[in-house]
């Protein structure tokens, strides 16, 4: 190779490299940093996953929504938002939805120190377990970010990692429809796929309506209901 082939190579395998990082890193059903729990293998099973809560704004409307249906979800709790709510943390776990860990205070772990990660999972693990008294055993990462010591960090303190497989970007504010579609689609191609369908849906951040996302579940249990797919959450598939 001459000196601008030779570079333009190198160049591009660590693009490669790079590339090969962030997708480990950040894709949410990548397997290539440790194992990672996204669905089962039957495709009537649905989780509907709730992140950064509790909220007060949104919380107590979504549970009501969720009794008056009777579907069990889950609840990757923020620890400083427990902290601020911890009547709404234990409301949740009264209503026995399954709660996971989201953290203390909602870091990318992809780019944090070994110390940090360790404080941040240990820290809402004390907090939330203190809070609702019984123990979690599902750990949600921010943003589905992670390294292979995020995942070792988890397992150490008896967790499993859990993602994803169909994302709604209900952060953005966008009509319920729009939500709904993006469930409907997601469920179809995992139906295609032969796997179950894991929602992830935000009833946080703190102080947000989430009025989107409310009236968005409302459509989505019905469809499923319609459609005989059965509600489950992530500890079905670990
Ligand atoms: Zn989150």
Known sequence: MTRPETVAAVAAAAGL???GWFYAAL???SQIFGRVVIAGDDPAEVALTYDDGPNPSATPQLLDLLAKHQVRAT???IGDSVRREPALARQIAAARHLIGNHTMTHPWLSYQSAGRIRSEIADANALIEDTIGAKITLFRPPHGARRPIVLHTAREFGLATVNWNIITHDWRVQPPASIVEKVRNGIRRNR???CGSNVLLH???MDQPRTPTIEATETIIADAKDTGMRFVTPEAWV
């Open 203 to 205: 009833d946080g951040a």
């Open 27 to 29: 894709y949410p059903t």
């Open 17 to 19: 490299a790079v590339g």
């Open 192 to 194: 295609a796929y032969g």
């Open 75 to 77: 609840f990757f709790l």
